[in-house]
T-cell receptor
Framework: GDSVTQMEGPVTLSEEAFLTINCTYTATGYPSLFWYVQYPGEGLQLLLKATKADDKGSNKGFEATYRKETTSFHLEKGSVQVSDSAVYFCALQGGNKLTFGTGTQLKVEL | GAVVSQHPSWVICKSGTSVKIECRSLDFQATTMFWYRQFPKQSLMLMATSNEGSKATYEQGVEKDKFLINHASLTLSTLTVTSAHPEDSSFYIC???????????????FGPGTRLTVL
């Protein structure tokens, strides 16, 4: 079945540091890939998405490229801020169902 | 995208009572909604798929008599946790399946979640 593997957290960075959160997936067919962000006590917000190979999703300085050859969708940001502290979930959509990774907590300190 | 609300945002109840959580699609007619459960510091687990006018489809291991889902209209789905116990305490999140016109495919839009605490 479909599965998503993402790096374990927590990831602790200083403000303005470079961020990478790794995500790899296993799926049949050609899934769409997503990154969601969850702030404390809140539901999920879509951060970015890519629907086909080589697509790059981007939003709020975050980027991720759909790499079919490596089955990866790593999340990157060049300069993180304290306000980016949250839990980030990688997910794939096969059909209408979403499969989530376990989430990576990011803590950004001054 | 669709705007999704949940009510209540948090609820505390006594063990043995039933709790109803509402999920509303505010600006979109949703034929399909999803219910997820999230334990602290864990990922979302799909509980069931709710289709308007028909019975919900439950994931393996989810007790359908425990978690009653009603999707009676295109804008409302409800999840009732019956005879709640402390182990049912969790964060429940719904989503609406909608058409993302920009990218031309179906996408899930999430509600803000409901925190249930059973004493």
């Amino acid at each position: 079945g479909d599965s998503v593997t993402q790096m374990e957290g927590p990831v602790t960075l200083s403000e303005e540091a470079f961020l990478t959160i790794n995500c790899t997936y296993t799926a049949t067919g050609y899934p769409s890939l997503f990154w969601y962000v969850q702030y404390p006590g809140e539901g999920l917000q879509l951060l970015l998405k890519a629907t086909k190979a080589d697509d790059k999703g981007s939003n709020k300085g975050f980027e991720a490229t759909y790499r079919k050859e490596t089955t990866s969708f790593h999340l990157e940001k060049g300069s993180v801020q304290v306000s980016d502290s949250a839990v980030y979930f990688c997910a794939l959509q096969g059909g209408n169902k979403l499969t989530f990774g376990t989430g990576t907590q990011l803590k950004v300190e001054l | 995208g669709a705007v999704v609300s949940q009510h209540p945002s948090w609820v505390i109840c006594k063990s043995g009572t039933s709790v109803k959580i509402e999920c509303r699609s505010l600006d979109f007619q949703a034929t399909t909604m999803f219910w997820y459960r999230q334990f602290p510091k864990q990922s979302l687990m799909l509980m069931a798929t709710s289709n308007e006018g028909s019975k919900a489809t439950y994931e393996q291991g989810v007790e359908k008599d425990k978690f009653l889902i009603n999707h009676a209209s295109l804008t409302l789905s409800t999840l009732t946790v019956t005879s709640a116990h402390p182990e049912d305490s969790s964060f429940y999140i719904c989503s609406v399946l909608g058409w993302a016109s920009v990218s031309s495919y179906n996408e899930q839009f999430f509600g803000p979640g409901t925190r249930l605490t059973v004493l």
